[in-house]
């Protein structure tokens, strides 16, 4: 035997086998229909004199309110609206009165169907309004990652369409501890912090998730500024692939100081790279605007259209293969030493993106002269990797 369930409000008792009935005098549900149909049913009293029931039935998401209302049907809504002010539908008319109302007797009281209509939405444009202290490009990689399910079921499809009565359960994983993870410290006062970041190391996490360690975690440990975001102590970037020296704000202040000189091209930065070929010239400005490529977002490319972007550079050393060269951007565009490197003919050594990848990417940033707060100005240096040498044992700076 089937378990038909009901609860007792006001001393009316209504279960699912009460609701299947009722959804078949409005001929909204036939004799093949069966009360486990009647699911999410929640009960309530808008006021002591009536009962409304909400639940869904073949995905669709009904009110029903037991009232003597005498088909009043702005008081119906209103009373339906005490559990979802926003709610959009129709009444349903009783189908076996022919004078067109909405009331239908049972049980000595009038009920009256209210049917939900939905809009669907994706799931991730879902997720970001029910929780909008998350993005939606995080939710897409929560969804990717399987953090998330509809009505039990996993989706890893952002696309994946949702209404507003579908059950959104979220499995979000544990936030790993970084707090153990160190990176050389090159200097540190009570304002800022510069650090020798490694190849291989982003800066920050790309979204709210951090899958791996980055310079943000380390700084977390050491900056006010920015805490509470993926990001604390983060001015400026180095690319994942690019080692050498970074310099973060410890505080809020400092943080508005570094980046005006930032804004202002008033720090100056020098980097060391070896290049696949010689440049034809041993010394130029590169003085070519950098876009983002349509064909691949997340490149770039020399963009008559693009920001403007300026590079300084000269070639240290060469040989028949290779040369070491000493680059000073004016301009701090995204990958912009890549892209002008590529765009004369002799990309880096190493750049998956913009060249061959190999080991590394030999691009380190070995020199960064700013202004730090206590008004001294100071020259960062983080020494060129030995792995460099390799290619030219005998250079020495």
Avoid at 364 to 379: C, D, F, K, M, Q
């Amino acid at each position: 035997m089937g378990c038909i369930r009901g609860e007792v409000f006001n001393g009316m008792k209504v279960s699912s086998r009460d609701i299947l009935d009722v959804l078949r005098r409005y001929e909204m549900a036939g004799d093949e229909n069966v009360p486990r149909q009647i699911e999410m049913i929640k009960m309530s009293n808008p006021r002591p004199i009536n009962t409304l029931v909400s639940f869904q039935f073949n995905k669709c998401k009904f009110y029903i309110l037991f009232d003597n209302a005498d088909d009043d049907v702005e008081y119906v809504i209103s009373q339906i609206k005490t559990k979802n002010s926003n709610v959009i539908g129709n009444l349903i008319l009783n189908p076996t009165d022919s004078n067109s109302t909405y009331a239908l007797p049972y049980k000595g009281k009038e009920c009256y169907l209210f049917e939900v209509k939905s809009n669907k939405a994706r799931l991730d444009s879902e997720l970001a309004k029910r929780y909008p202290e998350n993005s939606r490009s995080t939710w897409q990689k929560h969804i990717k990652s399987g953090h998330i399910s509809v009505n039990e079921r996993i989706i890893t499809s952002s696309k994946y369409e949702v209404a507003d009565i579908d059950k959104i359960s979220i499995d979000l994983p544990e936030m790993q501890d970084y707090s153990q993870n160190k990176l050389p410290i090159i200097y540190i006062d009570d304002n800022v912090i510069v650090i020798n970041k490694p190849s291989g190391i982003l800066s920050h996490a790309k979204g709210a998730i951090s899958e791996e360690f980055t310079v943000a975690d380390f700084f977390k440990g050491y900056c006010t500024f920015d805490s509470e975001t993926n990001r604390p102590g983060i001015i400026h970037r180095l690319d994942r692939d690019t080692s050498g020296v970074m310099i973060g704000a410890r505080n809020s202040e400092t943080a508005q100081q570094l980046k005006k000189q930032f804004s202002n091209r008033k720090i100056k930065k020098i980097y060391y790279a070896i290049l696949v070929g010689t440049p034809k010239l041993s010394a130029a400005n590169i003085d070519l605007p950098i876009g983002r490529n349509p064909s691949a977002p997340s490149t770039f490319r020399v963009d008559t259209n693009g920001k403007p972007a300026v590079t300084k550079y000269e070639v240290i050393e060469s040989n028949d293969e290779y040369s070491l060269v000493k680059l000073q951007p004016q301009t701090g565009r995204t990958h912009q030493l890549r892209v002008h490197m590529k765009y004369i003919g002799t990309p880096i050594l190493g750049d998956k993106i913009y060249g061959k990848a190999d080991e590394r990417m030999y691009l380190h940033a070995y020199s960064l002269e700013v202004t730090i707060p206590i008004g001294n100005r100071r020259i960062f240096i983080s020494p060129i990797p030995i792995e460099f040498m390799k290619y030219f044992p005998e250079f020495k700076l």
